[in-house]
């Protein structure tokens, strides 16, 4: 898989429609340690259907750190992101780096032509052979 190819994998909805070029996203929080704090953390991405492309999780007495890193965010969404994450009660701070998701080879319309050949894949029937059905015989 090239590095386009990639970047169309991770995009996200804002980024196919033309919007924005795709971001990495790194959320640095600052935490209470708590069971349930890092499944809250990340309900936001699951939400959006997406998977962290890097997610790190330390503990430092009673201060828990995690950096979640996501490709293909577009601004708006990653500040969206960062902002739920710091309305939690037991969040104590978020800092939100953002880097070019895509190499500085990769050009907005190469990535929206990409984009549109895949949902084109995906629309295309694809060839499957099911295998036949035994009947089943009653004995009579």
Same mark, same amino acid.
């Given at each position: 898989m090239?590095?386009?190819?990639a970047?169309?994998?991770?995009?996200?909805?804002?980024?196919?429609r033309g919007?924005?070029?795709?971001?990495? @996203?790194s959320?640095n929080?600052?935490t209470?340690?708590?069971? %349930? =704090?890092l499944?809250r +953390?990340l *309900?936001?991405?699951?939400q959006l259907?997406?998977?962290p492309?890097?997610?790190?999780a330390c503990?430092?007495?009673?201060?828990?750190?995690?950096?979640?890193?996501?490709l293909g965010?577009?601004?708006?969404?990653?500040?969206?992101? @960062?902002?739920?994450?710091?309305s939690?009660?037991?969040?104590? %701070? =978020?800092?939100?780096? +953002?880097? *070019?998701?895509l190499?500085d080879s990769?050009?907005?319309?190469?990535?929206?032509?990409a984009?549109w050949?895949?949902d084109?894949?995906?629309?295309q029937?694809?060839?499957?052979q099911?295998?036949?059905?035994?009947?089943?015989?009653? @004995?009579?």
């Amino acid at each position: 898989m090239n590095s386009l190819d990639a970047a169309v994998l991770f995009a996200d909805t804002d980024v196919q429609r033309g919007q924005d070029l795709p971001l990495r @996203a790194s959320f640095n929080i600052t935490t209470e340690v708590e069971p %349930e =704090v890092l499944c809250r +953390l990340l *309900s936001y991405f699951t939400q959006l259907g997406l998977v962290p492309e890097r997610i790190v999780a330390c503990q430092h007495n009673d201060l828990l750190q995690v950096t979640i890193e996501q490709l293909g965010l577009s601004l708006p969404r990653a500040n969206v992101i @960062a902002q739920k994450m710091r309305s939690q009660v037991s969040v104590f %701070e =978020v800092a939100l780096e +953002l880097t *070019s998701g895509l190499p500085d080879s990769v050009t907005k319309a190469e990535m929206t032509t990409a984009a549109w050949r895949q949902d084109d894949a995906f629309a295309q029937p694809q060839n499957r052979q099911v295998a036949p059905q035994r009947s089943q015989q009653t @004995a009579g």
